[in-house]
């Protein structure tokens, strides 16, 4: 029904808020402490590994900041019943994504990209959500979730090719890392296959007929 459906959509909204809540409140303190937050190869290397995780929720400068939580609001709405998110913990799931999804690619930035000595911005971990829907899509059999996803690929794939966005560049005032978005997307695609089976086999084994012994 309707209202069934609109109160789930609004259930789902505790992990995108509580994100946009901590990204605003660490570019508050950023405001004050420039240095803290930030994805710095040389300060990961001297053992500052908060940076993995902090580094992915601290934006170049507001307008970066409200562009992205711009984009985290259209992908709640899009996709705030994701099944690959569960029913039971949301804000947890949501937030537990969110996090492994950051820690994953700050650590591919290290590892594949060593010329990213500093990085800021949601955007690679919101490209890892939207895979991650667009799988959750796809296991809820809605064929839109392939298109979804072949065009998150693509877009990425146009970016690693021709460049970024010079018009973006200009707005956050810092060069647009491509790498975090073609990390994001690797990763959120291998995250969604990964839990999409996990929950085929809950379900199929919860459905399946139990044995019985004389």
């Excluded at 690619?105 to 490209?127: K, N, Q």
């Excluded at 959750?136 to 966005?165: D, T, Y």
Aim: charged share 10%; hydrophobic share 50%; aromatic share 12%.
């Amino acid at each position: 029904m309707p209202g069934m459906e609109r109160n789930k959509l609004f259930g789902s909204i505790g992990g995108p808020l509580i994100l946009l809540l901590l990204c605003i409140l660490l570019q508050f303190i950023q405001s004050l402490h420039p240095d803290w937050f930030m994805y710095d190869r040389t300060l990961l290397a001297e053992g500052q590994l908060w940076r993995l995780l902090t580094g992915h929720l601290v934006h170049t400068n507001t307008a970066h900041l409200l562009m992205n939580g711009a984009a985290v609001v259209v992908l709640w709405f899009v996709f705030g019943q994701s099944h690959l998110l569960g029913r039971r913990h949301r804000i947890v799931a949501y937030l537990g994504v969110v996090a492994l999804l950051s820690v994953l690619i700050s650590t591919g930035l290290w590892i594949w990209f060593p010329e990213v000595e500093i990085y800021y911005g949601l955007s690679g971990a919101l490209h890892g959500l939207f895979c991650f829907a667009a799988v959750s899509e796809l296991f809820q059999r809605r064929w839109s979730g392939g298109l979804l996803l072949i065009g998150c690929f693509a877009k990425v794939g146009w970016e690693l090719a021709v460049g970024p966005s010079a018009v973006t560049a200009s707005i956050i005032e810092a060069k647009v890392a491509v790498s975090s978005h073609f990390l994001g997307t690797v990763f959120g695609t291998l995250i969604g296959t990964l839990v999409g089976w996990i929950f085929r086999l809950q379900k199929s084994c919860s459905h399946a007929p139990a044995s019985v012994a004389d």
